[in-house]
């Protein structure tokens, strides 16, 4: 029998059964139904959000708590299709966890999952009541987290909380009448509550009356102090738990304090921790566990004294991460999730030998009747391709294959979409268990391709099996010679999974990437991927997708930088100007640290810039340096699209170029690959440049798409492809003025509302589009007597559903055209920049921690020379 499909791209609706003769895929495709379109479009009615998104949102949004990406990956629970925490039962028998969104049971020693939630939000963060009849856990249901109450026996769910909050880690108190948990109730803020739990009903009250902020400055942290992770004492009588007061960087150190009265905090342990050392105490109640990346730049197990009388010691080693450790009733074994092997995985370890055993999973049983989807995406020859998909079943939730890495996006419209979208990237070829019942697969493979869209009806029974054809836009013969790449992506960065140089190639060959630079950086203390860091290619390339190690430098006062094709080593340390410690000085500053790149023969590019203009007038203070690199001409791109603003951060490019200056475009993501919840995918913002004989080999390629990049032939986009030729001439060539022609045009697997032409920062000419809004070719001629640039540029007022940005946004590098070899300069853009350069050096001059007076010296000299360029236009 043939599975009920049909397209939800709004191009067709078809009903195709799967065809095992790879050559008759596109034809088997046309086929249609029309008998069943009218019950597809009540599906799709309930299921499929509208096509465009008006009101694109952060995830939890009432947090107010700064740099969502950071305690929305390292912190709040995420869906994975591993184990991503976990309690023991009290008998220490049996663990349960969080997989796929709900909570699974399963004993020690078996290898039989037996689920225990199915919804309908995504079920975490599970621990299992002292008399062994509850469990308790968050529930994330699209816009709050709630603690909810699980009566085992009779799989009874009742809400513990309902304010519409985040409500997090609950811990079970050792005599089971009280719960410790993190809310943010009443502030926004993370803080560890206590309740009292009367039957179903939990009376709750901060641990700290009160808020308090700090008076040391954090750029990463809340002024504002938290508590996170508590854990209970075995008396019942106290907590640990991790805060921040007076703690520049990081989460905070572990404390410990009674739950009665005003008692005052003790330190268990001071130490740096970003988000996920997660103390439990041993039930002896004389050490506790965390994880800690002390010395390394990965978490592992740390043992350390509850009196804090003694430094800490290691449990395990690796270059892995473990997170969520949790001590078995008798003291005899830790559990953990580790990312050894990539994705998320539990083990136990023995306190003592430090035998380690994984929890096997090799089966699962459901609440529910599920089926096994079979999907193979396809060309028109029936080959497999690498692609992103998302998968939604009949229960609204996302599932994925079992080995799969599931990630999320970082907004969505909660208007139009219960929760933000679930993804995982496919060679071709893959399976999902889902609930039997109407199911929705969406298929992304770059912004060259369409996106397809299917609801297929999954039987009980029996497998159902899918051919998704992925096919090209129509674009020009012209557009081969453009390389596309993702100039700003962190292979690893403290996230959910352990990332490889050759998992990172199989994410850019799923979204048709040609070339990604893993840029090493820092977070906090450690670099996770310097071991990594090579001049050369990585051997991980393929002929699809071709890996490079370059460097963000990382100085928050300055603004940070990319660095491409460094011909010897990263620049150690990867920042400056970090308050309160040996790294305080502002030098060196950025303009040092782009000469210090380029002399290893690197790009230097100002990435994730603006998602505003800055204004100089402005009380704050303003230290972005942007325009002095500029200026000193240590500028060779910019992220005009990237992890900001697009259209602010055009603005300031606009002004950059209308006082002479030749800068690239550039479209970097800034897509931490490892995440379970990024701003992705990797590739989502790309730099296509126009390349001429780039070889075979992969130094040749590099190197070939590093000149196309210095020499301004780019295309920066986030979805919309475009084209353009001035006099026949295409992006970062320059003409003389007069009667120009131009020819270009637009296609896109999404509507865009705009496509214009721009002259010096102004529109000369908006094109129509057709009446999709995802196709244009223009052509003309225009008179430009004066001097300056042209670029085409496309844009939408509002997000769209299936692009994961804020806006889909393009524009071309500049055509410059040359005035007689004059200088372009427009005043009011110089003036913009004095007035910004004059609150630069207010900043630097009066900065009270230089090492020497030669450092200000320097520091102040690189301002002054780059004032002189911009008043020079005045």
Not at 693 to 701: I, Q, T
């Amino acid at each position: 029998m043939w599975p009920l499909v049909f397209m939800v791209s709004g191009f067709s609706v078809d009903c195709c059964a799967r065809v095992r003769k790879r050559g008759n895929v596109g034809q088997c495709m046309k086929r249609t139904n029309e008998l069943f379109l009218v019950r597809a479009l009540v599906l799709l009615a309930v299921m499929v959000s509208p096509p465009s998104i008006a009101e694109r949102q952060p995830v939890l949004g009432q947090i107010k708590v700064p740099h969502s990406y950071y305690y929305r990956e390292m912190y709040l629970p995420q869906l994975t299709s591993g184990p991503s925490s976990l309690a023991w039962s009290p008998d220490g028998t049996a663990l349960v966890y969080s997989m796929a969104g709900s909570l699974w049971r399963q004993e020690i020693g078996s290898d039989i999952a037996i689920q225990l939630t199915s919804g309908p939000g995504y079920d975490y963060q599970p621990d299992w009541s002292p008399d062994g009849e509850r469990i308790v856990f968050t529930r994330y249901d699209g816009d709050r987290m709630e603690l909810m109450l699980l009566d085992i026996a009779g799989g009874s769910i009742v809400p513990l909380t309902s304010g519409g909050d985040v409500n997090l880690e609950p811990r079970w108190s050792p005599d089971g009448s009280r719960l410790a948990f993190v809310s943010t109730r009443d502030t926004g803020r993370f803080h560890v509550y206590i309740g009292e739990l009367r039957g179903s009903s939990l009376e709750a009250a901060p641990l700290i009356d009160g808020e308090r902020e700090s008076l040391v400055p954090r750029y990463y942290y809340d002024s504002w102090d938290h508590e996170l992770s508590p854990a209970w004492t075995p008396d019942g009588e106290s907590v640990v738990y991790v805060a921040n007061p007076e703690i520049p960087y990081g989460t905070g150190a572990i404390f410990r304090r009674g739950i009665a009265g005003d008692a005052a905090p003790e330190l268990v342990r001071m130490e740096e921790t970003t988000w996920r050392a997660r103390p439990d105490v041993a039930p002896d109640g004389r050490r506790v566990v965390y994880a800690s990346y002390l010395g390394r730049q990965w978490h592992q197990l740390w043992l350390t004294a509850m009196d804090g009388s003694s430094e800490p010691f290691p449990l395990s080693y690796g270059e892995f991460d473990i997170s969520g450790p949790r001590w078995s009733p008798d003291g005899s074994r830790i559990a953990y999730v580790s990312n050894e092997q990539g994705n998320v995985a539990i083990r136990v370890q023995e306190v003592v030998g430090g035998k380690v055993t994984e929890l096997e999973i090799d089966e699962r049983r459901y609440l529910q009747p599920m089926a096994e989807l079979r999907l193979d995406v396809v060309d028109a020859s029936g080959r497999w391709q690498p692609a992103r998909i998302s998968v939604v079943g009949a229960d609204g939730r996302s599932h994925a294959p079992v080995d799969a890495w599931v990630h999320a996006d970082d907004g969505f419209d909660p208007a139009s979409s219960r929760f933000e979208a679930s993804y995982f990237h496919a060679a071709g070829a893959t399976a999902v268990t889902v609930p039997v019942g109407p199911t929705l697969v969406s298929v992304w493979r770059g912004p060259e391709y369409e996106i397809e869209r299917r609801m297929v009806n999954v039987a009980a029974g029996r497998d159902t099996s899918l051919d998704i054809l992925v096919e090209r836009l129509p674009l020009p013969p012209e557009w081969q010679a453009w390389v596309g790449a993702d100039v700003h992506v962190h292979m690893n960065y403290g996230g959910t999974y352990r990332n490889t140089p050759d998992r990172l190639v199989r994410q850019a060959e799923s979204e048709d990437l040609d070339i990604v630079f893993n840029l090493v950086v820092n977070k906090e203390q450690r670099i996770p991927d310097v071991a990594y860091f090579s001049p050369d290619p990585d051997a991980a390339s393929s002929s699809r997708a071709l890996l490079l190690h370059g460097q963000e430098y990382h100085t928050s006062f300055w603004g940070h930088m990319g660095m491409l094709g460094l011909a010897s080593h990263l620049l150690l340390p990867d920042y400056s100007a970090y308050p309160g410690g040996p790294a305080a000085s502002l030098y060196p500053d950025n303009a040092t640290a782009a000469r210090l790149a380029r002399e290893q023969g690197a790009l230097v590019g100002y990435v994730h810039p603006f998602l505003e203009p800055p204004d100089p007038s402005a009380d704050e203070a303003l230290t972005n340096s942007l325009p002095v690199n500029a200026a000193l001409g240590l500028v060779d791109y910019y992220e005009v699209i990237g992890f900001a603003d697009h259209r602010a951060s055009a603005e300031v490019w606009y002004r950059l170029l209308n006082t002479g200056l030749r800068i690239p475009a550039a479209g970097g993501t800034d897509a931490m690959a490892n995440y379970a919840s990024l701003r992705g995918p990797v590739g989502l913002n790309r730099t296509y440049a126009r390349t001429t004989d780039p070889g075979d080999s992969p130094a040749a390629r590099r190197d070939a798409w590093l000149d196309a990049l210095r020499s301004g032939a780019t295309l920066a986009t986030n979805g919309p492809i475009l084209g353009l030729e001035v006099n026949g001439l295409a992006p970062g060539a320059e003409i003389g003025p007069g009667t120009l022609s131009y020819a270009g045009y637009l296609r896109s697997a999404v509507p865009v509302d705009h496509l214009e032409l721009v002259l010096n920062g102004r529109v000369l000419r908006e094109f129509e589009l057709s009446d999709d809004g995802r196709k244009a070719d223009i052509g003309g001629e225009l008179r430009v007597d004066e001097g300056g640039w042209l670029l085409l540029r496309a844009w939408s007022d509002e997000a769209h559903a299936q692009l994961f940005d804020v806006y889909p946004y393009a524009t071309t590098s500049p055509v410059y055209v040359s005035n007689g070899g004059a200088r372009h300069c427009v005043p009011e853009a110089a003036q913009y920049f004095v007035a910004w350069i004059e609150r630069v050096r207010e900043s630097a001059a009066g900065h009270p921690d230089y090492f020497s007076d030669a450092e200000r010296d320097t520091v102040l000299a690189n301002i002054d020379a780059a004032q002189a360029w911009y008043r020079a236009c005045l």
